[in-house]
């Protein structure tokens, strides 16, 4: 593993901007933007058109470059505006080309106060490169209000929706770490996706912080942006949102981004999946099976995904195999093992790789395609349910290294 750790004091508080950062805003949000500065009605479509192509198709990181854009109207949008991108707090780097990183957003209402200061949410996003695409793994909250018993984000008590701005943002900072902006180039540490037509991000996962079902708004606008066929054109089908199961937010959801689903089911029994899920109390497992069949597009070509943590003695039985056939029955569905990854003070061991196996061949023989979903990035503590505290750590343990040398 490599780790780079960017020289940031932690603790220095910062300042709400004065000046607005106009990427990862959606058209009308940059109209609105453009309306404030004084451009016209009638030319607010064309300037809108023109920013966006620079923005999110070039990858601008000032407005000087913008070479269609009268030097007046730059000056002026210099004035009130800036394309700043989140700071990168650290990155690293794993040996098998999982990166993750720690992005702070600018402050913003709601965030922490530290000294009288307010100071920006921090979020983890990390890329995953394979052969033939890299997944890019975002958040839609700063940390969860929902309480599943195997997640380390639910401990964490901060919480705020994140705006479609740093949804996006997101994404934005993933494509500049990763040279994928015209002009750019790639890291040389590379194992990123390369060739003709190939982006290094060409799939979303919302499977980081937070219930992007309780974002839904901020969600639907952050696709939009990142669906735009002028701008970042990333393939809805390659967009996948996964839910906890808040089972009458699916249709909208469906409806209104068109968005591939995953759901974590996690367990095939009500008594169970209260515990792992609780939410579950309130949408038990039929109603949310029920909300699955009825969602928008689904097709053999559109399956969802169904997420199922492999938790030792706890839900990973055969018996838990066929009856998890046996629900899914009639729904175009692909099933997603994931071993469980632990974190400091869980009760949950992963199950072992044979009970995973046994687990994986009945519902393969069941004919579903049931992936294991190999741990990625463990090196560098990138897998699900490892972020955040654990990133604190390392930094704790880079400025004891510091100290020490
Ligand atoms: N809140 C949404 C999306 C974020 S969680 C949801 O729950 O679907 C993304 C996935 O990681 C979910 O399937 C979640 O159950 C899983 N997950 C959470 N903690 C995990 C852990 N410690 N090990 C493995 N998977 C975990
Ligand atoms: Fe929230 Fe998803 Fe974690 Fe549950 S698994 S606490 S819904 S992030």
Redesign the pocket.
Known sequence: MSLALTPADENAPVAIQATMSLVGLTRIQLAEALRDIGVSDGDIRMRVGQLWHWIYFQGATDFDSMLNVSKALRARLAERFTLDRPQVVAEQVSTDGTRKWLIRMPPAPGDRLVGGKTVGAEIECVYIPESDRGTLCVS?QVG?T?T?S????GTQKLVRNLTSQEIVQQLMVARHQLGDFPGLTPPTNGLIPSGEGVRAVSNIV???????LYNLDNVADALGVMSDGDGLSLSKRRITV???GVAPSIADLGARTGAML???L?AVRDDLRDKL?PLNKKYPIVELLQACRDYPGLSNARRITF?Y?MLKGVNDSPADARQLVRLLKGIPAKINL??????PG?VYECSDWETIERFSDIVFNAGYASPVRTPRGRDILA????LKSETEKLRARARLADDQD
Request: hydrophobic fraction near 35%; charged fraction near 5%; charge should be negative.
């Open positions: 839609s969860c929902l599943c195997f997640c380390h984000t919302f499977m980081g912080m937070g219930e992007p996964s839910t906890s995953a759901i974590s996690h899920v997420e943590v994931i071993p469980f990854n632990p974190w869980t897998a699900c349910g490892q």
